[in-house]
């Protein structure tokens, strides 16, 4: 019987800006620290922030439960947070370890430029996501989120309104330069800036070329990843066998199917590990 091929995509798995901040909370930890949190899951996978709730780094839902600390370190999510959040911490006086994406760090810098300049903040992405929470947070004027076609030509500015567009980092690459055409034809003074991450792009590529070729795809990630999401879309659309994991036992809960060829992709937020083990068992099961 001919063994099945199978592809692993070489941008599956942490990115640089999840492994820097995953390392900066372990830091704390063999560092000793007492009271240490999160500002919000320091990564959208619950294994590893169970992992470091094992270790004592408990993660802070929301602002008040943040103003109620007296003691600790408390360490900034990759997504990132509201302006408003660093003031609380430093007037609790607080330490603070800003384990912020600087990908996403950046976007905070042009919104707070532009808005201070004037300019309506249009941010492509998820209204929800916590990075684009955190992106709303230094808007200092209107800022409105837009992430689909509707709702992109439902904006209604005045001719020549000052706009300036960003994307939240793990968006659709193409779906944004569509909404941005949409855009494009409206008679607005824009500033249009891809904020896309660079790794987000190339790992989108890579899936959709793996998923073109294989003929039963896997996409491993949180569930509330959203890079993952986006994954697994994009290799819906090429390959209809595709199946979204958080783990190894949701491939066994799966009606797996293959014939020939298995492609396998990870969000930016899914450990080697993890990744490994589902290419270890699809070798041997499969």
Same mark, same amino acid.
């Given at each position: 019987?001919?063994? +099945?091929? %199978?592809?692993?995509?070489? !941008? ?7 492994? +820097? ?13 007492? =009271?240490? $949190? ?8 619950? @294994?590893?922030?169970? &992992? ?22 408390? /360490? ?13 911490? @430093? ?34 992405? *998820?209204?929800?996501?916590?990075? /684009? ?11 409105? /989120? %837009? ?13 020549? @309104? ?7 980092? !793990?968006?659709? $690459? *193409? ?6 055409? %949409?855009?494009?034809?409206?008679? $607005? &003074?824009?500033? /249009?800036?891809? !904020? ?44 209809? =066998?595709? $199946? ?5 036992? &949701? ?7 293959? %014939?020939?060829?298995?492609?396998? !992709? ?10 490994? @083990? ?9």
């Amino acid at each position: 019987m001919e063994e +099945r091929k %199978i592809l692993v995509a070489r !941008t599956a798995g942490f990115c640089f800006g999840v492994k +820097r901040a995953v390392e900066k909370v372990y830091e704390q930890v063999n560092m000793g620290k007492q =009271n240490i $949190y999160t500002y919000g899951p320091i990564i959208h996978n619950e @294994e590893v922030v169970t &992992d470091l709730e094992k270790k004592g780094v408990r993660v802070l839902k929301n602002e008040q439960e943040l103003k109620d600390l007296m003691e600790g370190t408390v /360490v900034i999510r990759s997504h990132g947070i509201p302006k408003e959040i660093y003031e609380v911490i @430093e007037e609790k006086g607080l330490e603070c370890v800003d384990a912020t994406c600087p990908f996403v760090r950046k976007i905070h810098k042009i919104v707070e430029r532009e808005s201070k300049a004037g300019r309506h903040i249009i941010i492509v992405g *998820n209204d929800t996501h916590p990075e /684009v929470e955190g992106i709303k947070g230094w808007c200092e004027g209107p800022v409105t /989120v %837009i992430s689909s076609h509707e709702e992109a030509e439902n904006l209604a500015f005045s001719e020549g @309104e000052k706009l300036c567009v960003v994307s939240q980092t !793990t968006f659709n $690459y *193409n779906k944004f330069q569509e909404l941005v055409e %949409i855009l494009e034809k409206k008679r $607005y &003074d824009k500033v /249009v800036l891809n !904020t896309i991450c660079s790794a987000t792009e190339e790992r989108q590529l890579e899936a959709r070329q793996i998923a073109c070729e294989a003929d039963t795809m896997i996409v491993i990630g949180g569930r509330h990843s959203s890079n993952t999401q986006k994954l697994y879309e994009i290799c819906r659309k090429e390959c209809e =066998n595709t $199946y979204y994991i958080q783990t190894l036992v &949701d491939l066994d809960t799966k009606p797996f199917q293959c %014939i020939g060829c298995v492609g396998i !992709t990870a969000g930016a937020s899914t450990p080697n590990n993890i990744i490994e @083990e589902v290419q270890k068992h699809v070798r041997i099961k499969f």
